[in-house]
């Protein structure tokens, strides 16, 4: 059985960097099939998604147009996990975040147990 | 960008009814990229439907998924107290995925 553990900080300051890790149990973050998202959800805008890496020959990512130009995902093949870093955050970033294995891009079969980061000074 | 849009936003139907959702797309949609997803409070989604109407592991027959192209139905039938949920369809197109804004099934 998978299991996705995610752990980071739930407050974060405007203008700074948010960071969170997904750990990942029954699988591996170098899967052929599968790949590793990150997806947040809040009053305003729903459940979002954001990006995800994977792994075919070699390391690919793809990301939303909407954050593409402050947000990284990291895979880490030591630990067998996955990251994510959003920039410049402000309080439209406070949401639950949530890291979900996809399998071939058709649809989340596992999902982390969220995170509430709230953005505020 | 597909948008989603889920319809009606609010359903309350009473244990035993079928319940009838809808998500309509702004585009067309390959049918393997189409699926559902159950979220209770305090917890994260789960998958339902995928493919638009292949039932995820463990997922009882009472749910079921149809449709092609824009328009897509989730159904549930003989409604239980435990289907109370917000369900949510979701689509893949172009490198970008999104969701529906979601439905909400209170059971009376």
């Known amino acids: 059985q998978v299991q996705l553990q995610q752990s980071g900080p739930g407050l974060v300051k405007p203008s700074q960097t948010l960071s969170l890790t997904c750990a990942i149990s029954?699988?591996?973050?170098?899967?052929?099939?599968?790949?590793w998202n990150w997806i947040r959800q809040s009053p305003s805008r729903g459940l979002e998604w954001l990006g995800r890496?994977?792994?075919?020959?070699?390391?690919?990512?793809d990301y939303a147009v909407s954050v593409k130009s402050r947000i990284t995902i990291n895979p880490d093949t030591t630990e067998n996990q996955f990251s994510l870093q959003l920039d410049s955050v402000t309080p439209e970033d406070t949401a639950v975040y949530f890291c979900a294995r996809d399998m071939w891009g058709y649809y989340y079969d596992f999902w982390g147990q969220g995170i509430l980061v709230t953005v505020s000074s | 960008e597909t948008v989603l849009t889920q319809s009606p936003g609010t359903l309350s139907l009473s244990p035993g009814e079928t319940a009838t959702l809808s998500c309509r797309a702004s585009?067309?949609?390959?049918?393997?990229?189409l699926a559902w997803y159950q979220q209770k409070p305090g917890q994260a989604p789960r998958l339902l439907i995928y493919?638009?109407?292949t039932r995820a592991t463990g997922i009882p027959d009472r749910f079921s998924g149809s449709g092609s192209g824009t328009d897509f139905t989730l159904t549930i039938s003989r409604l239980e107290p435990e289907d109370s949920a917000v369900y949510y369809c979701?689509?893949?197109?172009?490198?970008?995925?999104?969701f529906g804004q979601g439905i909400k099934v209170e059971i009376k």
């Open positions: 585009q067309g949609i390959n049918r393997s990229y």
């Open positions: 890496t994977y792994y075919r020959s070699k390391w690919y990512r």
């Open positions: 029954g699988d591996s973050v170098s899967s052929n099939i599968a790949a």
């Open positions: 979701q689509q893949h197109k172009s490198a970008q995925w999104t």
């Open positions: 493919g638009v109407s």
